[in-house]
């Protein structure tokens, strides 16, 4: 049973353009949730995060939106640069954090010149 | 160090073999996180370290797997009688706080595949 799910696979999106990543999820006492980008044989690296109490959280390009009520987040990245191009983690955690993190399966975005 | 470092990158083993996989976290972060990532899928959790205090061993998927830390730093996770769905990225994150608020920073992990 997935929690965290993110249904695209894959985002195709042209350079300078807006990208959005989609997540949902099903366990209501998440109460903070990140985003980590990934480049192959590399481990994932912190982005941006968002807590429960929080509609919106901004960092330079990176935008993350979170709609409790309907249980989904998004990342915006604006503008979309080629270094963007990376497989993108969604993930969550229910208060305190011993239980780690619940990722989704990812999103491979491809920012096309 | 200035990340976290885990060794090796690759490990080919053989079925029913063991196999030992190092995390030296970052210095000075308590927290310790052991992740998988098998083919397809996102980061599967399985074990916590707060300093020296003994993990919660039930996200382990087998009784086969085990890890420890030894002086609050470096952990092991161990894989005895390896089986060919054990082939996965094993990750490892350390914090420096107990809950992830400013994300873990994660090791490059180890690529185990087991034939």
């Known amino acids: 049973d997935q929690q965290v799910k993110q249904n695209s696979p894959s985002l195709s999106v042209q350079e300078g353009r807006i990208s959005i990543l989609n997540c949902d999820y099903t366990n209501s006492m998440f109460d903070y949730f990140l985003w980590y980008k990934k480049y192959p044989a590399e481990g994932p690296t912190f982005l941006i995060s968002?807590?429960?109490?929080?509609d919106k959280n901004e960092d330079g390009r990176f935008t993350v939106f979170l709609n409790k009520s309907a249980k989904h987040l998004s990342l915006h990245i604006v503008p979309s640069q080629p270094g963007d191009s990376a497989v993108y983690f969604c993930a969550a955690e229910a208060g305190g954090g011993a239980d780690g993190l619940t990722f989704g399966k990812g999103t491979h975005l491809i920012i096309q010149p | 160090g200035a990340g976290v470092s885990q060794s090796p990158s690759n490990k080919v083993t053989e079925k029913g073999k063991d196999v030992e996989l190092r995390c030296d976290p970052i210095s000075g972060h308590t927290a310790l996180y052991w992740y998988r990532q098998s083919l397809g899928q996102g980061l599967e959790f399985l074990i916590y370290f707060q300093g020296n205090s003994a993990p919660d061993k039930s996200g382990l998927p087998s009784d086969r797997f085990s890890a420890e830390r030894t002086g609050g730093s470096v952990s092991t996770l161990t894989i005895q009688r390896t089986q060919q769905e054990d082939s996965a990225v094993y990750l490892c994150?350390?914090?420096?706080?107990?809950?992830?608020?400013?994300?873990?920073?994660f090791g490059s992990g180890t690529r185990l595949t087991v034939v």
């Open positions: 968002i807590s429960s109490i929080k």
């Open positions: 994150a350390s914090s420096s706080y107990q809950v992830g608020k400013d994300g873990y920073t």
